[in-house]
């Protein structure tokens, strides 16, 4: 949150930033409204949310539905464009196998001066 917010103050209109959380989230929305929170404090203008086990992923910019490709791939069709976009991209650049980055100041190097 902290890298991204020093983005924001560059962009007035606004920057769409949708990040993906863990799917506990869904059971302590105490912590999500705290997340919020202190993103608009550190100067998002916009903050989406999206659970882990969702349905929905964002892919090169696409929001794209997971079975909306797995439908795609059986039947070659689809009514959305982005699906299609979708789909090559997991294809190809393999964006789907990919594990989630996970930083926080626990992970972080401790270095003593």
């Known amino acids: 949150m902290q890298a991204l917010a020093e983005h924001h103050a560059f962009y007035p209109s606004g920057v769409s930033e949708i990040l993906t959380l863990d799917e506990t989230i869904e059971n302590n929305p105490a912590a999500l409204e705290q997340l919020v929170k202190g993103a608009f404090q550190l100067g998002f203008r916009e903050f989406s949310a999206n659970v882990s086990n969702n349905d929905l992923v964002r892919i090169t910019g696409y929001m794209v539905r ?27 650049g393999k964006i789907l196998e990919r594990a989630p980055r996970v930083m926080s100041h626990e992970l972080a190097p401790r270095y003593s001066q």
């Open 66 to 92: 997971l079975s909306d490709i797995a439908k795609f791939k059986e039947c070659g069709e689809s009514r959305i464009n982005t699906t299609v976009l979708g789909a090559e991209a997991a294809d190809k």
